[in-house]
């Protein structure tokens, strides 16, 4: 417990040092707050590293709001979702080597790829539109 709640701190520090990408919508931002959460997950699995993301959209949303309508936090949580499960499963299933490791990580960032791209454009974009008042 104790080291998840650091993680979440370290994730909580990690997402304030965002930045916005180059000729992209301003609310398409980079920032390394996952990183713990995948610390969490293959040290403590899966449950950690989704209460590292979960506590820290909270405590973002509580510290600093949102500008998004609560829509970057949805879709920062579908995304790093999209990358835990398959990132866990194929770890798990290779029976948590050094080898596992890299090809789950592989695995889960193309699965997080795809899927992000369908989310966003299915799912978040027409949301934020709509909260934004665009549509």
């Known amino acids: 417990m104790v080291l998840t709640a650091m993680l979440v ?3 909580g520090a990690l997402m304030s040092l965002e930045f916005s ?12 707050s996952d990183v713990p959460s995948i610390i969490a997950l293959f ?3 899966p449950v950690s590293a989704a209460l590292v993301e979960v506590i820290k959209l909270i405590v973002k949303v509580v510290t600093v709001g949102t ?3 609560y829509v970057g936090e949805l879709a920062n ?3 790093i979702v999209l ?6 499963f194929v770890y798990k299933k ?3 080597t050094r080898k596992a490791v890299i090809v789950s990580l592989i695995v889960g960032i193309l699965i997080r790829t795809v899927f992000a791209c369908f989310c966003n454009a299915c799912i978040t974009l027409p949301l934020y539109a709509k ?5």
């Open 21 to 32: 990408l180059p000729m992209m919508p301003p609310f398409y931002k980079i920032d390394f």
């Open 77 to 79: 949580l579908l995304g």
């Open 43 to 45: 040290s403590l699995g």
């Open 83 to 88: 990358f835990i499960l398959p990132t866990w």
């Open 94 to 96: 290779m029976n948590k």
């Open 67 to 69: 500008n998004t309508d």
């Open 131 to 135: 909260a934004m008042g665009m549509r």
């Open 9 to 11: 701190g370290l994730a």
